[in-house]
Each structure stands twice: as structure tokens, then as C-alpha cells.
């Protein structure tokens, strides 16, 4: 089994900076001090674009300091608030594709991560895969014989059933999909950023994953054309992939003080003892 992290939406900017009164470090900081707490053990950590808010060479200096801190390997997509040269500035050793996308590809026995390029910088914030990236994703596929594959993006390729988001998904979704759809059943999931919001389901026979990201959440309306940003944790995914088989766990980083008691499992499947820990009055509604 392989354990990859999700992270997403840092929107990091240069020390100090806010993002809708957020502060997008010390909600990232919060959730590499977790990753680092529970999932030192994980294969990889991938972080699904918007890794800056304006794209600024400080600020990608700034995460290039912050990410050393995590205790695996980390792979970095671009999202539509990045700018690609000033990503591949501060971070020669990105692999890219031939025509210079931050698109890559990575073998973990059986399983096969692609990581795609969406960022159509014309645009605020829609995203595109050009002919040469498309090119380059069904090559990728082609090639991955008998391995299942996961795929990294930050755009959504198809509506998620929120109305704010309708024209900001990857312009041509259906052509990637349908890409996809066509690889023989060896594309299993898909896991994307860009939504602020957390939900998961499937699309012509591919789960999918999303987080909220780290930086500011949106409390989701379905209809209408107005987002609200709501003061909530940050969150990460923790994807669990076996055999073509995907299990995602959602991890909104606590502290110690949250926990109430602790109870451990009897191996017979019955209940243990439940053992309250010391500590204020639990709340009746959650914040
Ligand atoms: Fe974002």
C-alpha cells in the first residue's frame, strides 16, 4: 500500500502577508506539523497548485523554505493564482515536460501518479491542457502497461455541482476525461484543488478527491454566484492506494487539547474502556 498526501491552496505570500484575513503560513505550518506528526511514513506529499496567491518570487522562496521542513518527498503542480516562470525560478528542479510544463510522472510499483499542468495564465481562473500537454498525458497512459494511475491536477475537469465554480474548471475537462476514460480502466482516481471546498464522488466510473486546501475554506451554496469564506481549520487528504483501490481520509490538523478520552480497540471487535482526559467542558455546538 502507498500513502500520498494531498495538500492544496496554500496561497502563501511573502512573510507577514494575509489572504482575506487568513494568514495563509501558519495554516500551512499547522498542517506540515501534522503530516510530519501522523504521516512521516507517507511515499510522497503532493500539493495540487494555487502554492502562492500573486506567483511573486518571495513568496515561492518562502515555500521553498517552509516544504524542507516535511519529512518526504514533495511534488509541486501549479495552480491558476501561480506563474510558471517564476515557479521554475525558484525551483530549477521541478521536473517539467518536454515543451517546459510542470507536468510529470511517478512509478511506485504498481501504481502510476501523473501530475498535470492546468495553468492557463490568460485566463484568472479557468484552466486549459493544450495539445501539447494532452499529447504528453496520453503518452504517459500509453505507456503505464498493467500499473492503475492517479492523477494530480489543480482545475476540476468536469462541474462539481456548485454554481460560483462554473466557468473557473479546466476549459476542456471533457477532452481530458474522455482521454482518460479511454486508458483501458487503469485510471482509478482523480485528486484536484481550486474548489476551497472538501467532497469526493465519481465521474464517468473515476472517483475523485478534493480538499479545502490550507488557506481559506468556502462554506459551500450550491446555487448563486457569491462565495462565503469562513473561519475553519485547514485541511489536508491522506490517500491510501492499493492494488488500484483508493481510500482518502480527510485530516483537519488538531492539538492535543482537543481530545476528550481515548479508547482502544479490543481485538475481538468489541468496545474498550473509554478513558476521559482532564479538560474543559466539551462544547455542545462546534465552532
Ligand atoms: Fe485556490
Known amino acids: 500500500m502507498r500513502k500520498i498526501i494531498h495538500l492544496t491552496d496554500l496561497h502563501l505570500c511573502p512573510p507577514g502577508g494575509r489572504v482575506i484575513g487568513f494568514e495563509p503560513e501558519s495554516r500551512l505550518r499547522a498542517c506540515i506539523a501534522s503530516i510530519n506528526s501522523r504521516h512521516a511514513d507517507a511515499d510522497l506529499c503532493v500539493v495540487t497548485g494555487d502554492l502562492t496567491d500573486a506567483g511573486d518570487a518571495a513568496s515561492y522562496e518562502r515555500l521553498r523554505g517552509i516544504l524542507a521542513e516535511l519529512r518526504m518527498p514533495v511534488r509541486l503542480l501549479l495552480g491558476n493564482h501561480d506563474r510558471r516562470a517564476a515557479f521554475r525560478a525558484a525551483f530549477p528542479e521541478a521536473e517539467c515536460d518536454p515543451h517546459g510544463f510542470v507536468q510529470s510522472v511517478l512509478d511506485l510499483d504498481r501504481t502510476r501518479l501523473l501530475f498535470l499542468d492546468t495553468l492557463d495564465e490568460s485566463r484568472p481562473g479557468a484552466g486549459i491542457l493544450c495539445r501539447d500537454r494532452l ?54 482516481h482523480l485528486a484536484f484543488g481550486h474548489c476551497h471546498v472538501g467532497l469526493s464522488g465519481q465521474r464517468g466510473g473515476l472517483s475523485f478527491s478534493a480538499n479545502r486546501g490550507t488557506c481559506h475554506p468556502i462554506d459551500v451554496e450550491l446555487r448563486g454566484l457569491r462565495a462565503l469564506y469562513v473561519d475553519r481549520r485547514p485541511t489536508y487528504d491522506v490517500l491510501l492506494l492499493e492494488d488500484g483501490d483508493v481510500v482518502v481520509h480527510s485530516v483537519e490538523p488538531g492539538s492535543d487539547e482537543d481530545v476528550v478520552a481515548e479508547e482502544r480497540a479490543e481485538l475481538d471487535g468489541g468496545s474498550g474502556v473509554i478513558e476521559m482526559r482532564p479538560r474543559r467542558p466539551v462544547l455542545a455546538v462546534a465552532r
Open 135 to 188: 499529447g504528453w498525458v496520453a503518452d504517459r497512459l500509453a505507456e503505464s502497461g498493467d500499473r492503475s494511475v492517479t492523477v494530480f491536477l489543480h482545475h476540476p475537469p468536469f462541474a462539481i455541482g456548485v454554481e460560483y465554480f462554473g466557468h473557473m474548471l479546466l476549459a476542456n475537462g471533457a477532452e481530458l476525461m474522455e482521454l482518460l476514460r479511454g486508458a483501458g480502466g487503469r485510471v482509478r
